[in-house]
Each structure stands twice: as structure tokens, then as C-alpha cells.
């Protein structure tokens, strides 16, 4: 095998490292029977109740993108932002899984304070177990609550390729928008989508299409509301659900081959 074709399938420090891909998709097949019939009956299937191999797997897909983008490229991107974070600021990461993305963050902003938010009690527990693992509980610390429930006035709030998987992403927005403190930022990290279909006919977005039917839309049916974006909503689906929430501004502000990157603000 050439080394360039390695990579994505050996390198977990790679941008183009696809391992969780196939990790999600192994850790879904267990479901699909009860998925099938979830379809048939409208109820859902919640991303709780799949195998842990979906919840290693998203981390091991996504982490990479974070990894060798988050704060050398997308925060920096952001209005302000970065200054704020060094200086020191309150960051809530809602919908934070293993908490890849919070520790991240943690890191990279010494003198902020990073509150991780999971609706999974699972996740909660194994990001703790990070936490402690890379030394970093006195500065992080995990919480279990919802997207509509978590609590705190934050300068920046993430979401980090969750937003679709919501049952309400425009009640989570506008919860985000009642918890950001004056002059603060949501960031929105979403799988890279096209508006049209047409256009995602590729094999990203195959992959997507894929996974969004075994996992993003059937957890989002099985919550309050069921919009079910799916993980190929695209900028002005997108747009159309952060301004539904209460913020006026919303621009793309870096994109790779698998996320857009967006900056949601009130002024």
C-alpha cells in the first residue's frame, strides 16, 4: 500500500485519518433491525441506546479534524474569540461525547474555564476518565444535561457535529442564546453539506447520507420535536434554525472535506 493511502488508515493524528468511519459504521450494524422498525413506527432509535462502538468511533473520526484544526485554524477564525480565550473565558462544549473536543480546548486556553455537556451519562463518565487520564480535571470538568437544559452564562459555546443529531436544534440555539454572556459566540462545527442533493452525491456524502440514516435521524426522532435534520442539512438549512433561535448573524468561517464552520452572534 502506496503512503499516502496508509495514512487515512493508520494515522489518528491525520486530518484525512478515517478509521472511526468504519469503527461507527461496525458499532450501527448492531442496530439496524430495531432501527428498520423504528422507521416503520416513527418513535426513533435514541443514540444512547447504540453500541459503544459508535460513541469510540464518532470520537476517533472527529477527533483528527479538531485535532489539527481547532485552535490553529477555526477559533482563530472566529471574531475575537481567540484574545478572549487567552486572556481567560467561560467555554461551555454541548454535546461533548468522550469530551476530545473539551480537552482540546482545555489545553490550548489555560486561563479559560471549559465545562463539557453530554446528554449520555456513558459519555459524561468516560470524559471524566480523559480528563483525569491527561491531568486536566482541575480545569475541566463534565456535566450531564441536555442542549435545552444545560445551565451558565458562557463567552463561547460549541457544538461539535451534534446540532443535527438534536431533536430541537432551534430550542437549543435559543437556549445558547439566553446563556451567552454580552458580546459572546456560538460556533457550530457541522459534516460538511451542500445545500443540494445533487451536489453531496460524492463520497463524503455518501458516507453521511449512510450514517444519518443509522444514526442522526433516528436519534433526533426519538427526542422532543424530531426535526431530524440528518448529518446533510446544509448552510441554509442550518441558517434557517440558528436565526429561528434568536441570532441575527451567522457566517461560514472555515470548511474542510468533512465539517463547516460557522459563527452564530447576536451583534
Given at each position: 500500500m502506496p503512503d499516502e493511502h496508509a495514512v487515512p488508515l493508520t494515522d489518528e493524528t491525520s486530518p484525512a485519518c478515517v478509521i472511526g468511519a468504519f469503527e461507527i459504521a461496525v458499532g450501527s450494524v448492531y442496530a439496524t433491525d430495531a432501527i428498520a422498525e423504528r422507521f416503520r413506527t416513527g418513535t426513533g432509535f435514541s443514540w444512547g441506546a447504540h453500541d459503544d462502538h459508535v460513541f469510540g468511533g464518532c470520537e476517533r473520526f472527529f477527533r483528527p479534524g479538531y485535532l489539527n484544526n481547532l485552535?490553529?485554524?477555526?477559533?482563530?477564525?472566529?471574531?475575537?474569540?481567540?484574545?478572549?480565550?487567552?486572556?481567560?473565558?467561560?467555554?461551555a462544549d454541548v454535546g461533548c461525547g468522550h469530551g476530545a473536543s473539551t480537552l482540546l480546548l482545555a489545553q490550548a486556553y489555560p486561563?479559560?474555564?471549559?465545562?463539557?455537556?453530554d446528554?449520555?451519562?456513558?459519555?459524561?463518565?468516560?470524559?471524566?476518565?480523559?480528563?483525569?487520564?491527561?491531568?486536566?480535571?482541575?480545569?475541566?470538568?463534565?456535566?450531564?444535561?441536555?442542549a435545552t437544559t444545560f445551565d451558565g452564562h458562557?463567552?463561547?459555546?460549541?457544538?461539535?457535529?451534534c446540532l443535527h443529531d438534536m431533536g430541537d436544534p432551534t430550542g437549543a440555539c435559543a437556549h445558547v442564546h439566553d446563556h451567552l454572556a454580552p458580546g459572546g459566540t456560538l460556533m457550530?462545527?457541522?459534516?460538511?453539506?451542500?445545500d443540494d442533493l445533487s451536489d453531496?452525491?460524492?463520497?463524503?456524502?455518501?458516507?453521511?447520507?449512510?450514517f444519518?440514516?443509522?444514526?442522526?435521524?433516528?436519534?433526533?426522532?426519538?427526542?422532543?420535536?424530531?426535526t431530524a435534520l440528518g448529518?446533510?442539512?446544509?448552510?441554509?438549512?442550518?441558517?434557517?434554525?440558528?436565526?429561528?433561535?434568536?441570532?441575527?448573524?451567522?457566517?461560514?468561517?472555515?470548511?474542510?472535506?468533512?465539517?463547516?464552520?460557522?459563527?452564530?452572534?447576536?451583534?
Open positions: 485552535t490553529s485554524a477555526w477559533i482563530p477564525a472566529l471574531d475575537g474569540v481567540e484574545a478572549k480565550l487567552a486572556a481567560g473565558a467561560r467555554i486561563a479559560s474555564s471549559v465545562v463539557g455537556f446528554a449520555h451519562q456513558g459519555s459524561v463518565d468516560a470524559a471524566r476518565k480523559r480528563a483525569a487520564d491527561a491531568g486536566l480535571s482541575g480545569r475541566v470538568r463534565f456535566e450531564t444535561a441536555a458562557y463567552d463561547l459555546v460549541c457544538f461539535f457535529d457550530l462545527i457541522e459534516p460538511f453539506a451542500n453531496n452525491l460524492n463520497p463524503v456524502g455518501a458516507a453521511y447520507y449512510g444519518s440514516t443509522l444514526l442522526c435521524t433516528p436519534s433526533s426522532l426519538s427526542q422532543e420535536v424530531g448529518a446533510q442539512a446544509g448552510e441554509a438549512r442550518l441558517r434557517e434554525i440558528v436565526t429561528s433561535g434568536g441570532f441575527t448573524r451567522l457566517r461560514r468561517v472555515a470548511e474542510t472535506p468533512f465539517n463547516i464552520v460557522l459563527e452564530a452572534r447576536t451583534s
